[in-house]
C-alpha cells in the first residue's frame, strides 16, 4: 500500500493496481445463450501444436456480463482508458493464506488468564453444553484454515488514473499478496454521474 494527499491536505491510504490490456477472447449472445456476456484474457502466450497449428493461451481469463454487446468484437483491447479518475469500482480476488491459525489469530479470542498457574492461555476453552442438547452447535469458532478466501469489496473510489502506464490507485487494500490478481468492475464513472 502507499498514500496520496489530496489537493485538501488529506492522506488517503491507497493501492496501485497495474492493468494489463485485456483482450476479448469471445463473446455470448442473448439468442445463443440466454445473456450477453464478453470473455476477457490477460497476458496472451502463443504456442504451436504437433501439427504446427498455432493457438493462443491466456494466463488468465473471466466472463464479464454486459448489457449490450456494441463495439465488443473478439480480439478488441481494453486498456486502463476505461477506468477514468473518480470512478467507483468493485475490487474482488483471494485473500492471502495465512495456514491453520487458533481461535485468537482467526476470531479475535481474547485468551485465558496469564498467571495464578493457569494453563489455557492461547485456548479456546469449552465449546459445548452437558446434558441439553449434548452437542457441539454448527458454526462453533474453533482453530482451522485461515485466508485463502474469494474476497469481494465494493465501492471504491479511484483516486487516479494513468492510461499511458496502465495504472491505476484506488482508495484502500485490495485482497492477496503483492503481484495477485484480482478483478476490477466498474460500478459507476464520472460521466455516468453528469
Not at 14 to 20: A, M, N
Not at 31 to 60: M, S
Request: charged share 25%.
Amino acid at each position: 500500500m502507499s498514500r496520496v494527499f489530496l489537493e485538501t491536505g488529506e492522506a488517503v491510504p491507497v493501492t496501485y493496481l497495474e492493468v494489463e490490456p485485456n483482450i476479448i477472447v469471445r463473446t455470448k449472445t442473448e439468442e445463443k445463450d440466454g445473456y450477453n456476456a464478453v470473455v476477457l484474457g490477460i497476458g496472451p502466450k502463443k504456442w504451436k501444436t504437433r501439427k504446427g497449428k498455432e493457438h493462443t493461451k491466456f494466463k488468465v481469463q473471466k466472463e464479464w456480463e454486459v448489457e449490450s454487446l456494441e463495439g465488443l468484437d473478439p480480439g478488441t483491447e481494453l486498456t486502463a482508458k476505461l477506468i477514468p479518475a473518480e470512478s467507483i469500482v468493485t475490487v474482488s480476488g483471494i485473500s492471502k493464506g495465512k495456514g491453520f491459525q487458533g481461535v485468537i489469530k482467526r476470531h479475535g479470542f481474547h485468551g485465558g488468564p496469564k498467571t495464578h498457574g493457569s494453563h489455557s492461555h492461547r485456548r479456546g476453552g469449552s465449546i459445548g453444553m452437558c446434558a441439553f442438547p449434548g452437542r457441539v452447535l454448527k458454526g462453533q469458532k474453533m482453530p482451522g484454515r485461515m485466508g485463502n478466501d474469494k474476497v469481494t469489496l465494493s465501492k471504491r473510489p479511484v483516486i487516479t488514473s494513468d492510461p499511458e502506464k496502465g495504472v491505476i490507485c484506488v482508495k484502500g487494500p485490495v485482497p492477496g499478496p503483492t503481484g495477485a490478481t484480482v478483478f476490477v468492475t466498474v460500478e459507476s464513472s464520472p460521466e455516468s454521474k453528469e
